[in-house]
């Protein structure tokens, strides 16, 4: 024996010495462990006995050891450890039996005991506790009823998938096997019912949510709520919504809907129908009580997000009429009534290219205009500035349609304030259209959100929208569209859906007339107005289509069904049927704005499959085909086109052969008469090539429009990603990630909309790796990526005052001196950061999570308009759009009677408490402040002692609070 040999049987020796220590150790039992062992093999030695009076006291017994067994959290119960070897002939046993009671008691231990015994038996503890009639599945412990809803949860796919194949037609190809053991629907759903109250006694509130959405029968959960559990309850079910397909995330909010409001929760509820946009579950929470005070709340609730709804005594709160007065108050209270000017964002002292700006020649009106929007999104709000409202020459200081823009910046700055409208109503009475179009789009700015009895601004424009000027109808029809956003008004509806409906009009005008009813009636499905719309894509003309104008008719149907998921099915079943090059751009934009925030990841993953740059691989493909026939059949491909040549010739005209042999024998005077025989040949041949030059030219007039096409398509793909994701935080930061990717590997078109994509998934959220990676877009090569990248740093930053974006954009203001369309994107950008003197919002969510449709539909309208930032720099006036997106991010506490009072309150992030035992705390980090005061992105707010009750339990925007009658003072 050679010595590796020995060394190896020593080894083998060894490991075998070890094993049977290890298995000498197992089966080595204490006293105790030894006794309960026969103890327990006793008895079931009698239940596979033939008398039949042992086996009730017997399973009594073995009930109790197993009952009254303890163990670790990682260890099996000693009883279930030593009773798994007997399983089978237990099962045995119960077949065996005749007597009911026993059978059914029998059953009852088998389910516990099957869960050690999954191997081959799968779903035993089901099946026996099916087959049990006994009803103390508490007494078994907890960790049998999670097995138990575990089990329930598998069988009840099972049976969903069944049922879908015996449906299906593919079952007689692949049969299956039979069941061993039929569970129905009514059973599984009645053993559910039973084990959902055990979970919410015993805390496991996620656990009885989980098991009811297993079986699809998540209404049946408020009957087993109380005050006691509702509230986590509640925070689970909203938290799975954006993890859920639909319809069963609706399903979820009605039913935390009811939860809340059988607690009598009406805020909240109210937050939910607003999420639904459900105008009877909003009137049902307003009729649930009868508390005046409370109804103020809610009205405050539905203005904060602009849900128009009729209440005769709260119209004044819904309609936003206090709105102007309770921001001035905070301006007040904050101290920052006095007027800024754009210099004090610019701080061109600080600026080393000074010189170099000076000399460069630029277009100073255009950059008067860049600050005519700088002062306006500064002051924004607070009926004041040292510039614009005052100095009637500053006007003049711009050119062309720009002063349009300038006057329009008038209602900006009145924003809120009906009052305003007397700044702008001598700018109605000049001669110039440019002028007077602006006064009127300021008078649609000015009453942004704002709802009278009188409606003013409608008075006012609805008598200019069909002025012969196209400049001035155009301007009073955006001023409306921005006017009324949202507030889903019938009169308006009245004036300008003739105006889309009109084909004959300019496309440019329908645009802008679908583009204001969209915006008014965002996420509502409006019926007429989608089939105005649609006709326009049916009858316009190709060549009329392929403007930029479009985007904004594809856009308006996307805002119409913007969050209504399943909805739009219909619509896109039509489009299909349109035979244009823009169809499948406008499938992806519509379906995009349908699923907004839902996080759908099949879809995202067909928006993805879209971007993959398919043409390069195909191309490639047909190189490697083109090859490989260059090689093998070289031959007889030249053979065949010399065939072909052969054949061409023949059909152009045998005479040509015979005047090639005539003047051989014939004479020259005959040869003479054969050429002019041939020349209506050589016109034929001519003709052919005309005709091939103008199929190669349709060709690339097709070629053209499949690119613009896939332009569009791309463009829209990449937003959709952004507005499909950004409902939860996990498909933010996975949207993040592709993002980069598109930028590094996607072609000019997707490049473009990248950065604008990142900037709607963070908008006022400016953290520092976004903007970050938005500056080094920002000096991309490709002049429209870095525009865009700036404009996205601005929506970051929108409102926030941030000092580190704020110096990047002034570094950018300098570093694009002498390239005036890049800074005037960049003035935008500084004056978006600066939005109201950092006391505005463009937040799509709220703390309740709930989408503000129109503030997503103004950001969006921006952001399409910016696949082409040429065309947005054109009609500047469209960046007013974001201003019926703009909200004050304050919160100001009031007493009962409305008037404000101060409060101490804390705030800090946010923290997620979904699922948290006990009472965790909302926020960290907090900092006491004094109301009014401002909320930023991700903070909440709460009250620093009880000596005010509040009455809602979000405290943002406008907050009554009541005395607490309880409340004693610490004494110190």
Known sequence: MTAEEKKNLEVTEESEVKESKKKGEEEELSEEDQKLKGDLEVLVQRLLEDDSQLYEPSLK??????????????????????????????????????????KSSMADMLSVLAMTYADTH???????????????????????????????????????????????????????????????????????????????????????????????????????????????????????????????????????????????????????AIRLGNESMISSVFDATSDPIVHQQLAYILAAQGVPFEHAELQEIIGNTKLSEHFLYLAKELNLLAPKVPEDIYKSQLDSSKSV???????????????????????????????????????????????????????????????????????????EPEVKAGGLLGIGIASTGVHHDVEPALLLLQEYINHSDTKISTAAILGIGIAFAGSKNDEVLGLLLPIVSNTENSLELTAIAALALSHIFVGTCNGDITAAVMDNFLERTPLELKTEWARFLALSLGLLYLGQGEHVDDVLETINAIEHPMTSAIEVLISSCAYTATGDVLLVQDLLHRLTPKAVKTNDDDEEEDDELSQEDMNGISAFLGKKEGEQANAEGDDTEETAEQPKTEQEGEAIETDADAKPAEDAKKKETEEEEEAKEEGEEDSEDKEEELTDELAYAVLGIALITMGENIGKEMSLRHFGHLMHYGNEHIRRMVPLAMGLVSVADPQMKIFDTLTRFSHDPDLDVSMNSIFAMGLCGVGTNNARLAQLLRQLASYYSREQDALFITRMAQGLVHLGKGTMTMDIFNDAHVLNKITLASLLTVLVGLISPSFMLKHHQLFYMLNSGVRPKFIITLNEEGEPIKVNVRIGQAVETVGQAGKPKTITGWITQSTPVLLGHGERAELENDEYISYTSNIEGIVILRKNPDFQEEEL
């Open 357 to 431: 700006f000076s000399s460069a020649g630029l277009d100073s009106a255009q950059q008067n205009l860049a600050t005519s929007f700088v002062n306006a999104f500064l002051n924004l709000g607070y009926c004041n500035d040292k510039m614009i409202v005052d100095n009637d020459n500053w006007v003049y200081k711009t050119k062309g349609d720009g002063m349009t823009s300038a006057v329009a910046s008038i209602g900006a700055i009145h924003q809120w304030n009906i009052d305003g409208l007397q700044h702008l109503d001598k700018y109605l009475y000049v001669d």
């Open 122 to 272: 799968q779903h035993d503890s089901l099946k026996y506790r099916m087959l049990s009639d006994t009803s103390n599945i508490e007494s078994w412990g907890h960790e049998y009823v999670r097995h138990l809803a575990l089990e329930i949860g598998e069988v009840y796919n099972e049976q969903v998938e069944k049922e879908a194949e015996e449906n299906s037609t593919s079952t007689e190809s692949s049969p299956q096997p039979p069941a061993t053991f039929d569970f129905s629907k009514e059973e599984i759903l009645q053993l559910s019912l039973e084990i959902v109250p055990y979970f919410m006694k015993h805390n496991g509130e996620e656990d009885a949510v989980d098991l009811l959405l297993e079986i699809e029968a998540i209404e049946k959960l408020p009957q087993f709520v109380d005050e006691n559990t509702y509230r986590r309850v509640c925070q689970y079910i909203v938290a799975c919504v954006p993890l859920l397909p639909p319809p069963e995330d609706i399903a979820f909010l009605q039913t935390a809907y009811s939860i809340y409001l059988s607690e009598s929760q009406l805020p909240e509820a109210l937050s939910l």
């Open 61 to 102: 017994q073995l009930k109790e050891f197993i009952k009254n067994s303890t163990s670790s959290m990682t260890a099996v119960p000693k009883p279930l450890k030593f009773l798994r070897p007997f399983y089978p002939e237990l099962c045995q046993v119960y077949d065996k039996w005749s007597d009911k009671e026993q």
